[in-house]
């Protein structure tokens, strides 16, 4: 957010997303100096203002870092994640960070974008998943 009020497009987008039975995730943009209480306090937001609307895409999912057995979570795809430093996101991914919203009413499935294509990618920042921008060099369109 940034500076700049997403409310005049998410509320209607919301609405209209509604009403054709659309469900809609958050994007979170990457900016400079993204921290993690600056992450903090978009997720804040996002709750505080979105998180009761119908429309807001919403998955059962069981993770280790959740006291509930298995959570109604908020889906957010975080773009440049890997461009954030590691610790970070363990400040506020880990169940035991320091900003740490696993368990809370902040929790999410939170996807990174990993264009180091590595695994220890996903379990050191713990994303559950990840995405790539755009496919390998050596990927094979044909496969």
Not at 9 to 21: F, M, Q, R, T, Y
Not at 42 to 68: C, G, N, T, V
Not at 111 to 139: C, H, Q, T, W
């Amino acid at each position: 957010m940034q500076g700049q009020s997403p409310d005049p497009l998410i509320k209607p987008l919301l609405d209209v997303a509604e009403h054709h039975g659309i469900k809609v995730a958050f994007h979170l943009e990457p900016y400079t100096n993204r921290t993690a209480e600056t992450v903090r306090e978009e997720l804040q937001y996002i709750h505080d203002h979105y998180s009761s609307h119908p429309a807001l895409f919403r998955h059962s999912f069981s993770h280790p870092y959740s006291k509930a057995a298995e959570d109604n979570l908020p889906l957010f795809y975080v773009y440049d994640s890997y461009q954030t430093p590691n610790s970070e996101w363990q400040k506020l991914l880990q169940t035991n960070g320091e900003l740490s919203i696993r368990g809370g009413e902040l929790d999410g499935i939170f996807i990174g974008m990993n264009e180091r294509r590595s695994k220890k990618f996903v379990m050191n920042y713990l994303f559950f998943f990840f995405f790539l921008r755009r496919p390998p060099r050596d990927a094979d369109p044909h496969r």
